[in-house]
């Protein structure tokens, strides 16, 4: 079982930045990749960002690279999504989600595990 609790989220204005957090607890392996996936009201959940085991390897969604980052400390079983430059297109629910291997990946149906989302909201 792992636990995945995303924090971070918040109002912010365009061109702001916010960091949202995702911190995992149980007692599965530790060793997998996980993801950021978002969701804007009206609209099916879309991938954001992806990061491997241990770290070195990452993907993201066009409409973001350049803009967030993604990272994990794994001392501390917490991923990051650094999101600068935001814009009210980012708008969304965003959820952090863990793999059960150590491959990046990109699709909801290749990860096991969802945080509860926190919501993110820009204002023009």
């Known amino acids: 079982q792992v636990q995945l609790v995303e924090s971070g989220g918040g109002l912010v204005q365009a061109g702001g930045s916010l960091r949202l957090s995702c911190a995992r607890s149980g007692r599965a392996s530790r060793t997998y990749g996980m993801g950021w996936f978002r969701q804007a009201p009206g609209k099916e959940r879309e991938f954001v960002a992806a990061i491997g085991w241990p770290g070195t390897i990452t993907r993201y969604t066009a409409s973001v690279k350049d803009r967030f980052t993604i990272s994990r400390d794994n001392a501390k079983n917490t991923m990051y999504l650094q999101m600068n430059n935001l814009t009210p297109e980012d708008t969304a629910v965003y959820f952090c989600?863990?793999?059960?291997?150590?491959?990046?990946?990109?699709?909801?149906?290749?990860?096991?595990?969802w945080g509860q989302g926190t919501q993110v909201t820009v204002s023009s």
């Open positions: 989600a863990a793999a059960q291997d150590i491959y990046v990946h990109t699709r909801p149906t290749d990860f096991a595990s």
